[in-house]
């Protein structure tokens, strides 16, 4: 193996953190060798596995005044200029500026207004090597050359953990984290000062970019703003009655009783109440047999009901049946309205969670004991049960 007389490293891929000179093993130096390290470098010298010294810009004549450690781990037979295996790692020091993070999963969040919601985010990121020798000794080991690449995917794990743990402390609505990025980044900024700094990184600047609500949240969110009535979850509820009564409508599925519940919904003088459009949606939904404390049904208006054919469907009709219970506070009810919600959007996920549904049925049960029946004719309409039957599936081949 030729001596290295002439130690040196540039970089043409403009990704490389670190490059090992030479790549595998050690190299032949001897004192009186030339390194170059350029102005965005920093070259680490090691000798059996132990790093000597660090060196900056500028043009180093290996000598035995600056590696005072090197005369104790070489022999001087040849007047000190005899041959020692070594290695230079070269490190580089400019910003990498195209860092890039997201959620690979959408973050829960609760919501003021939404109740239950899901998000994602994304953004960009800066990093800089701070201290080169911990860099190499803690990160990199002994690879031969080490890219931003290999580092990303763990550095973007650290950024979701924080950033889902700082939007739980913020308490903030979805709705009202568009006018917070500032603050946001900031305070991710501070977060991850220790974390970058235990890699000898530093963080040199942090960006979100965008935070975007799932496609379901998106739905309640667009159905609020439809609505005017964000907040309000009786017009918010009325709105869904209207809906679903249309999607009855629209399917056919009920031949005479889906008929009239057309009529109804569109024949209404302005002396009709909305509490026969109710009763006549817990009918089609549920069928005979009525749930409890359900008022103005009509007579035989569940002979002919049509079973839901979403899980919104089902679950607007046992809504529906909640806002009936005058007897019970507004804000309960209201309660009563967002847990009912946050159950429903669990079952309406491609990927929902069956411990999640499991844990927010019988939060609702236990605090609610007289919605137990109710909400087991909930979950035996056609809709929930395939829910369940696929979230089933997911947990056991998990």
Same mark, same amino acid.
């Given at each position: 193996?030729?001596?290295?007389?002439?130690?040196?490293?540039?970089?043409?891929?403009?990704?490389?953190?670190?490059?090992?000179?030479?790549?595998?093993?050690?190299?032949?130096?001897?004192?009186?060798?030339?390194?170059?390290?350029?102005?965005?470098?920093?070259?680490?010298?090691?000798?059996?596995?132990?790093?000597?010294?660090?060196?900056?810009?500028?043009?180093?004549?290996?000598?035995?005044?600056?590696?005072?450690?090197?005369?104790?781990?070489?022999?001087?037979?040849?007047?000190?200029?005899?041959?020692?295996?070594?290695?230079?790692?070269?490190?580089?020091?400019?910003?990498?500026?195209?860092?890039?993070?997201?959620?690979?999963?959408?973050? +829960? &969040? $609760?919501?003021?207004? /939404?109740?239950?919601?899901?998000?994602?985010?994304?953004?960009?990121? *800066? =990093?800089?090597? #701070?201290?080169?020798?911990?860099?190499?000794?803690?990160?990199?080991?002994?690879?031969?050359?080490?890219?931003?690449?290999?580092?990303?995917?763990?550095?973007?794990?650290?950024?979701?953990?924080?950033?889902?743990?700082?939007?739980?402390?913020?308490?903030?609505?979805?709705?009202?984290?568009?006018?917070?990025?500032?603050?946001?980044?900031?305070?991710?900024?501070?977060?991850?000062?220790?974390?970058?700094?235990?890699?000898?990184? +530093? &963080? $040199?600047?942090?960006? /979100?970019?965008?935070?975007?609500?799932?496609?379901?949240?998106?739905? *309640? =969110?667009?159905? #609020?703003?439809?609505?005017?009535?964000?907040?309000?979850?009786?017009?918010?509820?009325?709105?869904?009655?209207?809906?679903?009564?249309?999607?009855?409508?629209?399917?056919?599925?009920?031949?005479?009783?889906?008929?009239?519940?057309?009529?109804?919904?569109?024949?209404?003088?302005?002396?009709?109440?909305?509490?026969?459009?109710?009763?006549?949606?817990?009918?089609?939904?549920?069928?005979?047999?009525?749930?409890?404390?359900?008022?103005?049904?009509?007579?035989?208006?569940?002979?002919?009901?049509?079973?839901?054919?979403?899980?919104?469907? *089902?679950?607007?009709?046992?809504?529906?049946?909640?806002?009936?219970?005058?007897?019970?506070?507004?804000?309960?009810?209201?309660?009563?309205?967002?847990?009912?919600?946050?159950?429903?959007?669990?079952?309406?996920?491609?990927?929902?969670?069956?411990?999640?549904?499991?844990?927010?049925?019988?939060?609702?049960?236990?605090?609610?004991?007289?919605?137990?029946?109710?909400?087991?004719?909930?979950?035996?309409?056609?809709?929930?049960?395939?829910?369940?039957?696929?979230?089933?599936?997911?947990?056991?081949?998990?």
């Amino acid at each position: 193996m030729a001596i290295l007389d002439v130690i040196e490293w540039f970089d043409p891929s403009g990704r490389e953190l670190v490059h090992r000179v030479p790549e595998q093993g050690s190299g032949e130096f001897r004192l009186g060798s030339q390194l170059i390290v350029r102005e965005s470098q920093a070259a680490v010298f090691f000798r059996d596995g132990k790093a000597l010294d660090t060196f900056t810009a500028g043009r180093h004549t290996l000598t035995t005044a600056n590696l005072p450690l090197l005369t104790r781990l070489i022999s001087v037979p040849f007047g000190g200029n005899s041959p020692f295996r070594a290695e230079v790692v070269f490190v580089n020091l400019k910003q990498f500026t195209d860092m890039k993070w997201g959620t690979s999963q959408p973050i +829960s &969040l $609760r919501d003021t207004d /939404l109740g239950m919601v899901q998000l994602r985010a994304f953004g960009r990121y *800066a =990093i800089q090597v #701070r201290d080169p020798q911990h860099f190499v000794n803690a990160v990199v080991g002994s690879q031969g050359l080490y890219e931003t690449r290999d580092i990303e995917g763990y550095l973007r794990s650290m950024i979701v953990s924080r950033f889902t743990d700082l939007l739980g402390e913020m308490s903030t609505g979805l709705l009202e984290l568009p006018r917070r990025f500032d603050e946001l980044n900031a305070a991710m900024r501070a977060k991850l000062h220790d974390d970058f700094g235990a890699l000898g990184l +530093s &963080l $040199r600047g942090f960006f /979100l970019e965008s935070i975007s609500p799932t496609e379901a949240t998106q739905r *309640a =969110i667009d159905e #609020r703003a439809a609505m005017g009535a964000i907040g309000d979850m009786r017009a918010y509820l009325q709105f869904k009655a209207a809906r679903a009564l249309g999607d009855v409508a629209r399917s056919g599925g009920g031949g005479e009783g889906a008929g009239e519940a057309t009529s109804m919904g569109f024949g209404l003088g302005a002396g009709a109440g909305l509490g026969a459009m109710m009763a006549q949606l817990l009918a089609q939904s549920f069928g005979q047999g009525g749930l409890p404390h359900a008022s103005a049904q009509p007579e035989g208006a569940g002979e002919t009901g049509t079973p839901p054919q979403t899980v919104e469907q *089902a679950f607007t009709a046992l809504e529906m049946l909640v806002q009936q219970q005058l007897a019970v506070p507004q804000a309960e009810r209201d309660e009563i309205l967002r847990q009912l919600a946050a159950l429903e959007v669990e079952l309406s996920k491609p990927e929902g969670d069956l411990a999640a549904i499991k844990n927010l049925r019988k939060a609702i049960t236990e605090r609610w004991p007289w919605l137990v029946e109710a909400l087991e004719h909930v979950f035996r309409q056609p809709p929930v049960e395939r829910a369940m039957a696929a979230a089933a599936r997911r947990f056991l081949q998990e």
